[in-house]
């Protein structure tokens, strides 16, 4: 991986991510972010180590139920435990899939690799296609191919929209984002996200809300929001 | 949602405040404290020793719950994760590496990926993101680590001391440790009585807040 990551989430989003509080479709995306990206990687483990410390450092008051204690100890005891072999996951890049659009193969980053290997419909529509990740949140997880030299009309957010770009690199009015960059747009935000004339783009897209597409002629998709959504 | 991405209490700079002056009363008796419970879950481990494991439950298992109570608001499903999570200690005490964290880490991330999986499970869709996609299995936190060394002679300057200040408390008492009474981490592990790993994690969390406020690149 060449591309230095620029764009990462926030300390804060990385912290809610650690401790499990955030929705399971951010988490999803901060957590294929994460396995595209060692600083985030380390800063994640280095909260991992604080939260677990806050846990074991935590006074308790002694309980009364000695006994429901006592209880559950013997029965976990008394379970057997985990055979002598179990399978390594030894490391990330074991884990990675491959996915397939356009006649192009993307490797795709371990967080994501279980849930897109259940899906297999692109839709289509010019230089663009989606396809939907199986999740059962209100919000709306898909990976996006964006063919080379090809403009997302311009379109507001009417939630929160995160970007992840997967490969290839995407531009927009503020910035270039390649591999590992996760670009975060609150509603409200405007934006004309393209491909440069050379090469296309893979990205993962979290969505809260649909698009609403603002300029002429481009209205007209409003009505197709499904599609990115 | 936008919304949890609002600060949760607990990280809040009074509370932080008040488990440094805890930690700090309790230095003399836990200084034994590291490495006891990495020897348990090696016996444990080893041959399945029910008096070490004892031990770690009655240790962890009245944290994992007030953890859970803090989490899922509510007794029944906190007593749920802990049976759950420490079941899992129990019967994958083999998996533990303590070259790549330390116990207390192991348990807690086992704690939190079984109170994922529960609230996903209330849900009930089969095709659904797991606590396995979201955390890499042997996602250990490191003990050791030096990517904080360059930085004393930075931090002494003018430009960084007010957001020194701003650090939370927990990270600017082992930074002030660290590098304005030249302590080594060994020195303030021993001192807060806290793990190694920790000194480290929160020098380089501390190190990168600085990093970011010098530099705001972070969205």
Redesign the interface.
Known sequence: MTHAV????????L??????????????AV?AHI?LCPHCQ???????????????????TA?DDVQE?NQ??D???N????A?K?PA??N?AAQVANVTVNGRTFQIP???A??AE?QNKWLHLGGIATAKL??????HVSLLYIDKGTEVPNHTHL??EMTLVLAGKIVDENGEYGVGD???N??DDTHTPRTLADEDCLCLSVL?APLKFNKGLTRLLNPLQQFFY | MLETTELKGHHDALSKQKRISQRMTINSESETRTGQWEDALTLVALNQDKAAYAELFRYFAPRLRAFGIKMFGNEQQAMEMVQDAMLNVWRKARLFDASRGCASTWIFTIARNVRFDMLRKKQSRKDDISADDLWFDGDYPEQEGNSSDNWDTMLMSEKLSPHFDALPPAQRMVMQKVYLEEKSHQEVSDELAIPLGTVKSRIRLALDRLRGALDDTRS
């Not at chain 1, 809610?16 to 999803?28: F, R």
């Not at chain 1, 199986?134 to 919000?139: F, I, S």
Request: aromatic share 6%; proline share 5%; charged share 20%.
């Open positions: 620029k764009f990462h989430p926030g300390l804060m989003l912290e809610q991510y650690v401790e499990g509080s955030l929705s399971a479709d951010v988490a999803l957590s396995d380390q800063l994640s483990r280095d909260i991992t180590n604080d939260q677990a410390c806050v846990l074991t450092e935590q006074q308790v309980r204690w559950m100890l029965f976990i005891t379970q057997p435990v985990l002598a179990v996951h030894d990330i371990r967080a994501l279980r849930l259940n199986p999740t059962a949140d209100k919000q939630g929160l996760l670009l975060i609150s509603p809260s």
